[in-house]
């Protein structure tokens, strides 16, 4: 009798396999297309994680959901998340964000977005978002007046800038007053060019000709953004420089970016996430600025175009494309 009472307390002391096995978390990714900025944002949430103690397939699964540039089928991925409920999901934009949060307003979401998540109605306030999103937020406009100076150093008899805008925007309207403000302190004049499609944003850059000491300077914006290739091909013919926002533009032809590191916000989107899995909700979360940004150069199109980069701000680059 004794012996069998042992070995029932010896049983009951020893974790069946069910309650040994740890929950593992579903980490949803809900991305527009998989770019540069989206990869690098990836790369960096699965290694903090890990770095975390989150292993994959131990403690947590991602499941993607790439639109692959299609924005029909943001909506139907989003729904196929929440379907499974998922513990977070983690999303990159404005676009995937907003399906994100109109298809659930109860599973946390964490997302990453160049610009100013206030403004685009992503979240209340810094503080507090108010439901159930909390994220990293680049603030692009605050860094307009950086990316002007840059451009003017690069260079230095820099007279007069071309910004490219969706006339229909309103948000493109408003970059275009940023812009135009930061020019002024630089004394440089702004020629804008309002666009209402991509045939006429294409007809718009075709028209121009090169003029000695004007550039090209590049606001937020998606119809801008969607005939970039174009832009690029054609500005390079017409030896004019390019200063954008973001490293991917800087590697697909653009003469220079600076913007925020897309891998470090996906590092600090992991910590946010991180608090979430041990209990946290995302509206007790303060919405996180970007703690990083980085100058990248592109030297074949310096050469192509004419412009000499100087060893200086070859030195200052966080990368240089040769």
Known sequence: MLTKLVVMALFLLVPTAAQAQPKIARIGVLIPALDRPQSQSIKGLRETLKQLGFEERKHIIFEIRNAKGDRASLEP??????????????????????????????????????????????????????????????????????????????????????????????????????AKSAAAKLRLDIVEHGVKSADELKSSVGGLQYVKNEAIFHMPDDLVESEADFLFDTVRKKKLPTMFNEDFWA?????????????????????????????????????????????????????????????????????VIR
Do not use: C, W
Not at 82 to 108: C, E, N, Y
Not at 303 to 313: H, R
């Open 77 to 178: 991925a989003a729904k196929e998340l929440v379907g499974q409920k998922t513990d977070v999901i983690f999303t990159t934009g404005t676009r995937a964000t907003r399906v994100a949060t109109s298809a659930t307003r109860d599973l946390p979401i964490v997302f990453i977005h160049p610009g100013d998540p206030i403004r685009l109605g992503l979240v209340k306030s810094l503080e507090r978002s108010g439901a159930n999103v909390t994220g990293v937020g680049a603030f692009a406009s605050e860094t307009t007046e950086k990316r002007m100076a840059i451009l003017k150093e690069i260079i230095p008899e820099l007279r007069q800038v071309h910004v490219f805008f969706d006339s229909n925007d309103p948000f493109a309207r408003e970059n275009l007053g940023i």
């Open 251 to 319: 590697i697909r032809g653009a003469l220079a970016a600076y913007g925020p590191s897309y891998s470090e916000m996906g590092r600090q989107a992991a910590r946010l996430v991180e608090a979430i899995l041990k209990g946290r909700k995302p509206e007790a979360l303060p919405i996180q600025r970007a703690k990083k940004f980085d100058l990248t150069l592109n030297y074949r199109t310096a050469n192509f175009i004419g412009v000499s980069l100087s060893q200086e701000m070859i030195k200052r680059a966080d990368r």
